[in-house]
T-cell receptor, first 109, second 112 residues
Framework: QKEVEQNSGPLSVPEGAIASLNCTYS??????FFWYRQYSGKSPELIMF????GDKEDGRFTAQLNKASQYVSLLIRDSQPSDSATYLC?????????FGKGTRLHILP | DTGVSQDPRHKITKRGQNVTFRCDPI?????LYWYRQTLGQGPEFLTY????????KSRLLSDRFSAERPKGSFSTLEIQRTEQGDSAMYLC??????????FGPGTRLTVL
């Protein structure tokens, strides 16, 4: 069964610090990986996608992928109160996107 | 606003009734996805269209659920004989490629 696992949190991080969110997935054949942000009562919003091993940076966000360990992470630098949300890790399994349950992130002012 | 619209935004129905939801994707997007999300869970894949062809349907989707995408434009999701367990947010997403999926605002279904 294709699964995406995330710690549900909440993860509390002081404002200005680095928030680190982690995700593991079950299928070694997966080729593309996504991080979505979801505010309470809203629909998910794509933050980043990554295909290759290593790091991909976009502004304050860095996605990291390690296919050998089947592990994806998202780092948020200089965390802001507006970053408080649920972060969903998602994996493409044969053109079907499977989501994890999400990690609730709370940035402490 | 992502450009994906869903109607209605909220639906309250009684158990046993049929409901239909509509999704209008971004016009040039050929892929359209339906998901269901309950509190504390991530979106759960229901079904996927490429143009008008329904390419995959979750095995979790019972026979009471059906989806269509006539002419490869808007899509409808129908739930027959609704049950209380069907109460959830139903999300639609569209994309041109798998890595650029945009979600609509969702339809919140409450089954009494």
């Amino acid at each position: 069964q294709k699964e995406v696992e995330q710690n549900s949190g909440p993860l509390s991080v002081p404002e200005g610090a680095i928030a680190s969110l982690n995700c593991t997935y079950s299928d070694r054949g997966s080729q593309s990986f996504f991080w979505y942000r979801q505010y309470s009562g809203k629909s998910p919003e794509l933050i980043m996608f990554i295909y290759s091993n290593g790091d991909k940076e976009d502004g304050r966000f860095t996605a990291q992928l390690n296919k050998a360990s089947q592990y994806v992470s998202l780092l948020i630098r200089d965390s802001q109160p507006s970053d408080s949300a649920t972060y969903l890790c998602a994996v493409n399994f044969d053109d079907k996107i499977i989501f994890g349950k999400g990690t609730r992130l709370h940035i402490l002012p | 606003d992502t450009g994906v619209s869903q109607d209605p935004r909220h639906k309250i129905t009684k158990r046993g009734q049929n409901v239909t939801f509509r999704c209008d994707p971004i016009s040039e997007h050929n892929r359209l996805y339906w998901y269901r999300q309950t509190l504390g869970q991530g979106p759960e894949f229901l079904t996927y269209f490429q143009n008008e062809a329904q390419l995959e349907k979750s095995r979790l989707l019972s026979d009471r659920f059906s989806a269509e995408r006539p002419k490869g434009s808007f899509s409808t999701l129908e739930i027959q004989r609704t049950e209380q367990g069907d109460s959830a947010m139903y999300l639609c997403a569209s994309s041109l490629r798998i890595d650029t999926q945009y979600f609509g605002p969702g339809t919140r279904l409450t089954v009494l």
